[in-house]
């Protein structure tokens, strides 16, 4: 809290043991002090959110940029994301070989762009499914963000 404005929690605050997981959100309950914690007078009982997974994201700005996965096991072209774009932000991805090769059919040319706010989009490729020959292996994914923010990915 603000000192200058005499917040409950402006002297201390005492975190629960784990953030509860409410619907899309992380909730923090926290007992704050405006004083020393032994002031019984003072205290009060606050509750903090957070966007799952928000605890940091990776982003970028109005230049796009670009990051590669590690390997991942991926069965299906189908990435849930936890993204927020801006008003002319995406998200776009697409699947790479273990030496980095673009897989046929999964460009980011070929991927219907995300853009919104959401903690669970599915991210796809106009491809519906992973050919039988491109099912073994291990891939990773290039992700392309511009005025974007990405909190998480999950590959399936």
């Known amino acids: 809290g603000d000192l200058e404005q005499n917040e409950f929690d402006c002297g201390s605050i005492h975190t629960a043991v784990a953030p509860v ?32 997974d928000g605890f940091c994201s990776l982003q970028a700005g109005n230049k796009e940029g670009w990051f590669i996965s590690r ?10 994301i936890n993204a927020r774009t801006g008003p002319q932000g995406s998200v776009v991805a697409e699947i790479l070989d273990r030496h980095n090769q673009v897989l046929p059919g999964f460009s980011r040319e070929e991927c219907i762009p995300f853009s919104g706010d959401a903690v ?18 291990d891939k990773k994914i290039r992700f392309f963000l511009k005025d974007a923010d990405l909190y998480s990915y999950l590959p399936h």
């Open 120 to 137: 669970a989009y599915e991210l796809k490729w106009q491809t519906k499914s992973m050919p039988p020959d491109l099912m073994e292996g």
């Open 71 to 80: 390997r991942e096991s991926l069965k299906q072209p189908v990435v849930t």
């Open 21 to 52: 997981v409410v619907g899309d959100e992380l909730f923090f309950y926290y007992g704050g002090a405006r004083g020393r914690y032994l002031n019984p007078r003072h205290h009060a009982i606050g509750l903090a959110k957070l966007r799952l």
